[in-house]
């Protein structure tokens, strides 16, 4: 072992004493030493990220630069070629490298090389550029300016392979926005990048790229792809995904992918979408980069869609992605985010995907996901379990409430990442309607208390998933664990909750407290802590017309109070008619009025609460509806289109019988 040792440090040494005697000949005065240097770096460091690193840490990029500028002043054109094809190796793949090369100011000089009079010279220049535009640090382009156009389409115009190649992904790099794709369609890409699919192999895949980026969720941009030539070209993208390369199979499903996401009526043929599924399935095993992009690329085109997920699972889908998962080999964190939004994908709709998904003892790779060190893992890894927990029967077996499963879940509530906090607050929100006991494992483990802090975060999605998990925990509760909740919360803070500035906050608010007040009668009494505070909110926010699905679930909570004691429906009686009267404004009669039957069934069912024969105060609030138009306007509603309300308010036209009511 000391041998071992001894040697290993000796040849680490030995590297680094070659690595300095190579940088210290960048800055040679002799062109033939400096030449001889540019290329040994260029060798040592393609496709080696360590090397990369080292040569970084010298400072080789600053030094390389210098000698390409040297060289344009001069006109040494062996040197030009060699230090921009060494500043593109740096630039491949590898973010340092790209930032360095940027930093050390040397993107002009590497687009001056473009007009050189020397083929090589452009070729080296337009690799380089490729490289760099491969990258989201490279720097914007904005097509809006003409003299920007002009370029665009001078690189796509040229006969260098390469110079075209650079356009397109100049293109696929900066095209983020519908007004960016449409002034690119108007000035006729589309016309010049479907030429380069008949090109070389690189002149293909940038194009691939580029069509993908221009026609992503925009129905008009791929109406005029798809009607280029009478569909020649996306019928030569289809048959590209049988290419002999990987990498242009990967692209030309991808770009399928957008096509489909945007414009499904173009896939009408089952076996194109078999065939679809059948590559990215396949090209999940390719242990390069476009394994890692297949399978992002499977979860955006199954993502949704119940036919395509049928066609996945009959592929063995499931099995062969946990295979991989398997395998034990470490997994680029683009992979492992892929794989696991597809499993996610997979068992959202379909149960017998989750069944064989959970026989395959994928607990423990899940489990494992969580704590991995990429928050794009962690995050998908969320979304699996939450789509895995839909299953009732699995959920029922409590698979999902173990230590081993929920530590980490409850853990993930503090991840500094908002993305994975809205995640886990997904999965929990599943899981959490398994919880039988007030003992559960999520309460001792302070669960209840972060996701009343998660609901006062600065971001709405947060607050919203947080009283989505809430809400849930809540269902069906016993008092015990109400109790509990509540005792945390308080009247102000459910205020605070139901007044927030987001619709879809209050909402689940409203949701929550919907669950909370469901029940026996000790339930109700929540809502009239420190003096009708929450009452009076939920009441203060009815009268503010608010959205649909605010109201259904505001009403909702009017309709379990109503339900308890005379004082309780007399509580709700003065939300709906509060003193003095023109400050309701009669909503009631609007929410009768909603074209939303779920609104005017919530309505129904807290007037059937309010005057059930069986309570001492039934016929004052019967003739107080009554003159207010609220019985007038269920008479007319006798036939209502919703078979729900219209029983409902035969319930109410039965009860008013009961008091005289004609």
Same mark, same amino acid.
């Given at each position: 072992m000391p041998t071992t040792s001894s040697s290993s440090s000796s040849a680490a040494s030995s590297s680094g004493n070659r690595q300095a005697d190579v940088f210290s000949r960048l800055a040679s005065s002799d062109p033939e030493v400096k030449l001889k240097a540019l290329r040994e770096v260029k060798n040592q460091i393609i496709g080696n990220r360590t090397k990369k690193l080292s040569f970084l840490k010298l400072g080789a990029v600053p030094a390389i630069a210098s000698a390409l500028s040297d060289a344009d002043c001069i006109n040494n054109n062996n040197i030009l070629v060699q230090s921009a094809a060494a500043l593109g190796s740096f630039a491949c793949g590898f973010e340092a490298g790209v930032q360095a090369v940027l930093d050390a100011g040397v993107f002009p000089r590497l687009l001056r090389l473009l007009t050189s009079s020397d083929e090589k010279v452009v070729d080296a220049g337009a690799r380089s550029l490729r490289m760099i535009f491969q990258s989201n640090q490279a720097p914007k382009y904005d097509f809006l300016q003409e003299k920007n156009m002009e370029f665009l389409f001078s690189l796509l115009n040229s006969e260098n392979e390469n110079v075209s190649g650079l356009g397109a992904s100049i293109i696929a790099h900066a095209c983020g926005t519908t007004v960016e794709q449409q002034v690119l369609c108007d000035a006729g890409v589309l016309e010049k990048l479907v030429v380069l699919l008949d090109g070389s192999l690189s002149q293909r895949e940038a194009c691939l790229e580029s069509l993908a980026t221009v026609l992503k969720s925009n129905p008009e941009a791929v109406s005029r792809f798809v009607g280029l030539e009478a569909g020649r070209y996306l019928s030569s993208v289809t048959e590209l995904?049988?290419?002999?390369?990987?990498?242009?199979?990967?692209?030309?499903?991808?770009?399928?992918?957008?096509?489909?996401?945007?414009?499904?009526?173009?896939?009408?043929?089952?076996? /194109?979408?078999?065939?679809?599924? /059948?590559?990215?399935?396949? &090209?999940?095993?390719?242990?390069?980069?476009? $394994?890692?992009?297949?399978?992002?690329?499977?979860?955006?085109? #199954?993502?949704?869609?119940?036919?395509? @997920?049928?066609?996945?699972?009959?592929?063995?889908?499931?099995?062969?992605?946990?295979?991989? &998962?398997?395998? $034990?080999?470490?997994?680029?964190?683009?992979?492992? @985010?892929?794989?696991?939004?597809?499993?996610?994908?997979?068992?959202?709709?379909?149960?017998?995907?989750?069944?064989?998904?959970?026989?395959?003892?994928?607990?423990?790779?899940?489990?494992?996901?969580?704590?991995?060190?990429?928050?794009?893992?962690?995050?998908?890894?969320? #979304?699996?379990?939450?789509?895995?927990?839909?299953?009732?029967?699995?959920?029922?077996?409590?698979?999902?409430?173990?230590?081993?499963?929920?530590?980490?879940?409850?853990?993930?509530?503090?991840?500094?990442?908002?993305?994975?906090?809205?995640?886990?607050?997904?999965?929990?929100?599943?899981?959490?309607?398994?919880?039988?006991?007030?003992?559960?494992?999520?309460?001792?483990? $302070?669960?209840?208390?972060?996701? #009343?802090?998660?609901?006062?975060?600065?971001?709405?999605?947060?607050?919203?998933?947080?009283?989505?998990?809430?809400?849930?925990?809540?269902?069906?509760?016993?008092?015990?664990?109400?109790?509990?909740?509540?005792?945390?919360?308080?009247?102000?803070?459910?205020?605070?909750?139901?007044?927030?500035?987001?619709? /879809?906050?209050?909402?689940?608010?409203?949701?929550?407290?919907?669950?909370?007040?469901?029940?026996?009668?000790?339930?109700?009494?929540?809502?009239?802590?420190?003096? $009708?505070? #929450?009452?009076?909110?939920?009441?203060?926010?009815?009268?503010?017309?608010?959205?649909?699905?605010?109201?259904?679930?505001?009403?909702?909570?009017?309709?379990?109070?109503?339900?308890?004691?005379?004082?309780?429906?007399?509580?709700?009686?003065? @939300?709906?008619?509060? @003193?003095?009267?023109?400050?309701?404004?009669?909503?009631?009669?609007?929410?009768?009025?909603s074209h939303e039957s779920q609104l005017r069934s919530a309505t129904v069912w807290t007037i059937i609460n309010l005057i059930s024969p069986s309570s001492p105060g039934a016929l004052d609030r019967h003739v107080k509806l009554r003159n207010e138009g609220i019985i007038p306007q269920l008479k007319n509603m006798v036939n209502d289109a919703c078979l729900d309300v219209k029983i409902r308010i035969r319930t109410v036209l039965s009860q008013s019988m009961s008091f005289g009511d004609n």
């Open positions: 995904t049988k290419d002999r390369y990987p990498r242009t199979r990967l692209l030309s499903c991808l770009c399928l992918v957008v096509i489909y996401n945007t414009s499904p009526s173009y896939f009408l043929n089952m076996g /194109t979408k078999s065939s679809l599924v /059948t590559t990215l399935l396949e &090209l999940l095993n390719d242990p390069g980069q476009s $394994g890692d992009e297949a399978a992002l690329g499977l979860s955006s085109l #199954i993502a949704e869609k119940e036919d395509l @997920q049928k066609l996945a699972y009959e592929a063995n889908a499931i099995k062969n992605i946990v295979d991989i &998962l398997k395998t $034990g080999s470490e997994l680029h964190p683009k992979r492992l @985010q892929g794989l696991f939004l597809s499993l996610a994908e997979l068992c959202s709709k379909l149960e017998d995907c989750r069944c064989s998904f959970l026989s395959l003892e994928m607990l423990d790779l899940l489990v494992n996901a969580l704590r991995h060190k990429n928050a794009d893992v962690r995050t998908a890894a969320c #979304i699996c379990f939450r789509n895995a927990a839909r299953s009732i029967k699995n959920l029922s077996a409590g698979r999902f409430t173990t230590d081993h499963v929920m530590l980490p879940l409850v853990q993930l509530l503090h991840d500094p990442s908002s993305s994975v906090q809205v995640a886990v607050l997904g999965a929990l929100s599943n899981i959490v309607l398994d919880f039988s006991s007030p003992k559960s494992t999520f309460i001792e483990y $302070g669960g209840i208390k972060q996701l #009343i802090e998660l609901s006062k975060s600065m971001d709405p999605n947060t607050r919203c998933s947080a009283l989505r998990a809430m809400r849930n925990l809540m269902f069906l509760a016993d008092n015990k664990r109400k109790e509990l909740f509540y005792s945390d919360v308080k009247a102000q803070g459910f205020a605070s909750l139901i007044s927030d500035p987001e619709p /879809t906050v209050q909402e689940q608010a409203l949701a929550l407290l919907r669950n909370l007040v469901d029940g026996c009668i000790n339930s109700i009494e929540f809502v009239f802590d420190e003096d $009708g505070l #929450i009452l009076d909110t939920v009441g203060r926010q009815l009268r503010k017309s608010p959205q649909a699905q605010m109201a259904i679930q505001g009403m909702y909570v009017l309709t379990n109070v109503a339900s308890g004691t005379e004082l309780h429906k007399e509580a709700v009686m003065q @939300q709906l008619f509060p @003193q003095p009267q023109a400050e309701s404004n009669n909503f009631m009669l609007k929410f009768l009025q």
